[in-house]
């Protein structure tokens, strides 16, 4: 199934997002907390891709694992710019063969090492160069590629990242997941920008649910993302108490789904995080409005 097809409904549609084991003793524990999230049947699954690589086997394994035992949509994603253009083709090459036909095209972020070398010696500088030959290769791939409400942390303004973000949907780009945000205000100004400058491919709505004060400080990191005050106090509060942070995160996460559904967004997909707890609450917060 292409996700492309699950995203024109008018129905909520909520997705969940796993990682990859980093190491082979870890597969199996891995394997089975993204079967638990599979049989919650989510609109579709992504499995991430690790960074530089190290983990790729495993994103194919678990994706085709989870579409073969539990019938739910993959999503595998794939980064390029550590990689040979070899490498990456191998990695296509494995994808087709897996059946899987859902790929989330990524650059990947740069290493210190990489950032010192010289770019005019990459095959690929940008997810729009992984793009256009995933597109080439087989025009019949379903595509997604990664947005930023908040601007992406290397972009010098919006209007340049914006530029760029078309660049990449004209290229091939299907439809298009956002970074995490905290606040919906900063989605629905984003959406209105990029559809301005002609962007109309569908938009899904990138949420972490934060269920413990230790994940605040490398989330904000990692994602640049701006922390409302609504949700400082919330960590303030509750985040020496691990169970009510976890209570208090999923229903923050599920208020702004519901605040993001009310206002047309209508795809969703929560960075799940091997969680499947999380994921099932937050399914059930959601279940009249899901219809289940
Ligand atoms: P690009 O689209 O290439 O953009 C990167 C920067 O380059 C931006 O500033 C952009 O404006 C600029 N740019 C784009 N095109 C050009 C051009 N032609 N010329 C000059 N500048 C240009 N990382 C992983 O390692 N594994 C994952 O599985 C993974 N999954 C992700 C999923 C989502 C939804 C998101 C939002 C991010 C994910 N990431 C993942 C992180 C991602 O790899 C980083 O954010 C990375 O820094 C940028 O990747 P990109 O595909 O957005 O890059």
Same mark, same amino acid.
């Given at each position: 199934?292409?996700?492309?097809?699950l /995203?024109?409904?008018? &129905? $909520?549609?909520? *997705?969940?997002?796993?990682?990859?084991?980093k190491?082979d003793?870890?597969?199996?524990?891995?394997?089975?907390?993204?079967e638990?999230?599979?049989? %919650?049947?989510?609109?579709?699954?992504?499995?991430?891709?690790? !960074?530089?690589?190290?983990? *790729?086997?495993?994103?194919?394994?678990?994706? &085709?694992?989870? &579409?073969?035992?539990?019938?739910?949509p993959? $999503?595998?994603?794939?980064?390029?710019?550590?990689?040979?253009?070899?490498?990456?083709?191998?990695?296509?090459?494995?994808?087709?063969?897996s059946? =899987?036909?859902?790929?989330? !095209? /990524?650059?990947?972020?740069?290493?210190?090492?990489?950032?010192?070398?010289?770019?005019?010696?990459?095959?690929?500088?940008?997810a729009?160069? %992984?793009?256009?030959?995933?597109?080439?290769?087989?025009?019949?791939?379903?595509?997604?590629?990664?947005?930023?409400?908040?601007i992406?942390?290397?972009?010098?303004n919006?209007?340049?990242?914006?530029?760029? $973000?078309?660049e990449?949907?004209? !290229?091939?780009?299907?439809?298009?997941?956002?970074?995490?945000?905290?606040?919906?205000? %900063? /989605?629905?100004n984003? %959406?209105?920008?990029?559809?301005?400058?002609?962007?109309?491919?569908?938009v899904?709505?990138g949420?972490?649910?934060i269920?413990?004060?230790?994940?605040?400080?490398?989330?904000?990191?990692? *994602?640049?993302s701006?922390?409302?005050?609504?949700?400082?106090?919330?960590?303030d509060?509750?985040?020496s108490?691990?169970?009510?942070?976890?209570?208090?995160g999923?229903?923050y996460?599920?208020d702004?789904?519901?605040?993001?559904?009310?206002?047309?967004?209508?795809?969703?997909? =929560?960075?799940s995080?091997?969680k499947?707890?999380?994921?099932?609450k937050?399914?059930?917060?959601?279940?009249d409005i /899901?219809?289940?």
């Amino acid at each position: 199934m292409k996700i492309i097809n699950l /995203l024109k409904s008018e &129905k $909520l549609s909520l *997705s969940f997002e796993v990682f990859p084991p980093k190491t082979d003793s870890a597969f199996d524990s891995v394997k089975t907390a993204t079967e638990e999230i599979a049989k %919650l049947k989510p609109s579709f699954m992504s499995v991430t891709y690790g !960074a530089g690589g190290g983990t *790729s086997k495993y994103t194919l394994d678990i994706a &085709k694992n989870i &579409k073969q035992m539990y019938g739910v949509p993959t $999503l595998a994603h794939l980064t390029c710019v550590s990689s040979t253009k070899e490498t990456v083709l191998e990695r296509i090459e494995d994808i087709k063969n897996s059946g =899987v036909k859902n790929i989330m !095209a /990524l650059r990947g972020d740069l290493t210190p090492e990489l950032e010192n070398s010289d770019r005019s010696l990459w095959h690929y500088r940008n997810a729009v160069d %992984l793009v256009r030959e995933l597109k080439e290769i087989n025009p019949d791939f379903c595509i997604g590629g990664a947005c930023y409400p908040e601007i992406h942390p290397e972009s010098s303004n919006q209007k340049e990242d914006i530029k760029y $973000l078309k660049e990449k949907v004209d !290229a091939g780009c299907d439809f298009l997941t956002t970074q995490m945000f905290f606040d919906n205000n %900063l /989605l629905y100004n984003f %959406l209105y920008k990029i559809r301005e400058a002609g962007i109309t491919v569908p938009v899904i709505a990138g949420i972490m649910p934060i269920t413990n004060a230790n994940q605040v400080e490398r989330a904000i990191k990692m *994602s640049g993302s701006h922390m409302p005050q609504r949700f400082k106090s919330l960590v303030d509060k509750f985040g020496s108490n691990p169970d009510a942070m976890k209570q208090a995160g999923i229903a923050y996460a599920t208020d702004q789904i519901i605040d993001l559904f009310a206002n047309n967004v209508t795809n969703v997909h =929560v960075y799940s995080m091997n969680k499947p707890v999380v994921a099932e609450k937050i399914q059930s917060n959601l279940s009249d409005i /899901l219809g289940l």
